[in-house]
């Protein structure tokens, strides 16, 4: 864990920004599937739980995502999200280093860590390609994750941090959504309903994480990093995570 000082961040719900009209084009574009990061390839252990009869069908899906989604990603990713977006709105390099540090510390499992790195560095040489000048040292850097450029793009385009972190919740269940639909397998209808049962959990989960102080970041999810740790050796794969 890298031990820089930081400067202490502290979210409550007073300063939680409301939603003031429809999000920033420049968010569709950042949690848009055709964004080339390569997203598409990683199941975040959904794999095995198929494979280990976990997740068999429509309903245990929705269980596994809005499960993550409310006792994982809001008590992480969210949080150091906005720290992170914070910390790039006041040019704070020690403070976004601490924080994609943290949140690289707390994956479950070494393909997680590979995957957050691999879509950090894929994102900041999109960024940077696209002239956001602060993405180039990240594209080599150890410490990238994808929360980390992505609080850099909301910072650089102006998305608000609300939008920002119920863009990234969003993108985050697409990606497990339609890889549950190839997995299961589930149909698009399917998807959709599976989309629609997880909009409740995103909002809970953007509210949850955007209101906690420094303290109470963290959480843990066993079954992800059971499901992680025994993909590693999985002997038929379709995702790399």
Not at 16 to 35: D, F, K, T
Not at 83 to 101: M, V
Request: hydrophobic share 45%.
């Amino acid at each position: 864990m890298n031990t820089v000082p930081r400067t202490r961040t502290t979210m409550s719900t007073t300063t939680i920004p409301e939603r003031r009209g429809p999000p920033p084009l420049a968010l569709w574009r950042l949690i848009s599937p055709m964004l080339p990061i390569g997203a598409y390839a990683y199941s975040q252990g959904l794999e095995f739980a198929v494979e280990a009869g976990w997740v068999g069908d429509e309903a245990q899906a929705r269980s596994w995502l809005t499960g993550l989604l409310e006792h994982n990603l809001a008590h992480v990713d969210v949080p150091v999200l906005a720290r992170l977006y914070e910390a790039w709105g006041r040019d704070d390099p020690a403070a976004i280093q601490y924080w994609s540090t943290y949140l690289l510390a707390s994956r479950e499992g070494g393909e997680l860590v590979d995957e957050d790195r691999h879509l950090g560095r894929a994102l900041a040489r999109l960024l940077d390609e696209l002239g956001v000048e602060q993405a180039a040292p990240w594209m080599q850097e150890s410490a990238a994750t994808f929360a980390t450029l992505f609080a850099l793009a909301a910072r650089h385009w102006d998305i608000p941090l609300y939008e920002a972190a119920h863009g990234y919740l969003w993108s985050w269940c697409e990606n497990q959504v339609a890889a549950a639909m190839k997995l299961i397998p589930l149909g698009q209808s399917a998807g959709q309903r599976l989309l629609t049962a997880a909009m409740p959990a995103i909002e809970r989960a953007a509210e949850r994480g955007l209101a906690l102080e420094d303290e109470d970041i963290g959480a843990a999810a066993p079954g992800l990093a059971l499901a992680s740790a025994r993909h590693e050796t999985q002997y038929t794969r379709l995702f790399r995570s």
